[in-house]
């Protein structure tokens, strides 16, 4: 039992370690060298956990993706209403990028993992997924009009949240995501919202952002 | 002159040789022993014109950004309405993100710069730049309202392309990056085009999309 706990806590261990090496140099200029370095751990430990580098980025993009599709689930549980949870969880998204490392590191290794030997397009599925159930909550709602093309709208989410992240990455590591969000929300939101509701809706995402802020501010 | 020929020739055999590599093999995972094979040069070669794998980089994303910003200059001096010029960049983008492997290239390395020791920010910025201009033109046009915060469209348009030809190249090596653009234009038009211009401007990405697939099958 002390063994397994104590194996639990290498494998938790390496892919922190991971996370750091990766982020500090991408994945392609890090060794395994670099990572058992960081993490601490002996190479031999290293490879009793994971057989090769590879190996070791899909564990963090596991990693990474449990821990951001549980929020998405959360708000899916707490039944927020469609269009709020939609918006909310990219602010979410946005908060772990910024605050943890795995998140980040594995956010990064999705992106580069285009020349993996097996493309990583699970996470990108699974949040077009999620989008499309917020969005047909919206349309129950009556916030949304029936006619929206749900899965393009989902996928579509999925991209530009994507889009947004990285170019505030580059641009200002991410300082600044949070009101780029907003803008796309502004920007978003007239093509989504049906007429009768655009009133009460149009300051959803600056209404969220600001909630947010106020609640983290309490913490 | 021979001899200055030769080399420009040199040079540029071995950006599309390097571009072949990368794109094969991811650039981390790229060796400069495989640029010098694929380019058909000597190593001697390959140093006498870049000092590193980075400056080879730095020398595709160039080209690249060179190439696509082009295709934004020539609908700027041909006067083409702003929303349409803005329109129809994204898809000449997307054709040359099919056919151009230096631009294939070029954009992917773009993303994954994050680690070198310079960011590569230059690219995200001229694009803003150019957006802006297309935007400002559709506002003196009449068809889109003065009121849009025009820095914060063009940041936008920026990265949700950045996000849509990415998620696009993960799930299916950009086969349906036409389509997905259209969809994204359709959910972004009701937030930009005034309501007078409505009826006349809300099919302005599937003509543009229409026309530009016939004037390709007369070429």
Redesign the interface.
Known sequence: MQQQARAIETRAAIIRGAAAAFE???????SLAQVSAAAGVTKGALYFHFDSKEALAVAIIDAQHEQSAGAGQLLLEKDVPGLRALISMSYELARQLRDDLIVSAGV?LT?????FST???AP??DWMVTCEEFLRRAITAGDVAPTL?VP??A??F???????Q??????NGRSDIDQ?LT??W???????VVSERWDELKNLAADVQRERAAAAALD
Chains 1, 2 share one sequence.
């Open positions: 500090q140099r991408g994945y392609g200029s890090t990064r992106i580069e993992a285009a020349n493309p990583v397009s990108y599925l093309d393009a709208a996928a579509f999925t991209a530009a949240f994507t889009g947004v990285l170019v505030s990455d580059v641009l780029r803008e796309m502004a920007l978003l939101l007239p093509g989504l």
